[in-house]
């Protein structure tokens, strides 16, 4: 007979029957639980996050991390980091929670002290890769190693500071719809390295099957890692969304992306994540779903509006 909670294991959601293994799944129909992760959300002032499993992963293998500071002048400064885990590697859960949370305790360690933004970022990827590399094997190829990708926001200053290392992204949506959104990020992925180098067009190019093959990682076997940051002066007020391409791939461009965002994302970050994460769903959720949303409120001095996305350096495919 099937032991259930009076023998102190979990008793299965589905068949109420059947006691919930170690791995997470029920020993009488076979069903899988429901997990902490499969759905979280976090609002902490202007800044909120929301991760979903979707509809077709057993688990959910992205994170997220968000908080505030504040800089040595008094200022507010905001950051927000969103961890996608490589699923094809071991322990792909795991390797974004050790991501985000290292990020995100290395920004909230130099900003206060007064570093740039932009050089915290960059140590703050560092700091994510080391957390990653960390969970590795001791045996080597025994094992793919644990891997994410990464993507960082951080908004201080009049300054909005981006981070990444893979294919999750950033886009800035100003609060008026009438200017131009824009994506901060390229990607560091086969796609991207073909439009780079003018081998295919941009619609091609992610028609292939190949096109989500990143080229940019964190994880014991990265080639040689090579943070990419960059930091814009935006004239005018907007949001910034930093997500997994759970979301990006049911809204690709900049335009769609700001179609989808709520009018209000400035006064109503939580909820216009919720909707981002909607969306996916609507689409289909065949992946996690991650997005933090990150209002921007453009100081009256600042001057010039964010640039053209810096492009990523070449790097090597892993499959």
Known sequence: MQGGAADGGKTCVACRAGRVDTDGYCEHCGHAQPRERDHLEEELGSVAAVSDRGLRHHRNEDSFAVAATALPDGSAATVA????????????????????????????????????????????????????????????????????????????GGLLTIGWVGDSRAYWVPDDRAALPRRLTEDDSWAAQMVAAGLMGETEAYADVRAHAITGWLGADAYDLEPHTATFKPDHPGVVVVCTDGLWNYAESAREMAQVLPADAAARPLHSAQVLVGHALDGGGHDNVTVAVVPFAAPEQVQGAPPEPPAGPEAHPRA
């Open 81 to 156: 980091i969103v961890c996608d885990g490589v699923s094809s590697a071991s322990r792909p859960d795991e390797a974004s929670a050790a991501a985000a949370a290292a990020a995100n305790e290395a920004l909230l360690e130099a900003l206060p002290r007064g570093a740039h933004p932009q050089e915290a970022m960059h140590e703050a990827i560092l700091a994510a890769a080391t957390a990653v590399n960390a969970l590795a094997p001791e045996v080597a190829g025994a094992q793919n190693a644990p891997a994410c990708t990464l993507v960082g926001a951080v908004v201080s």
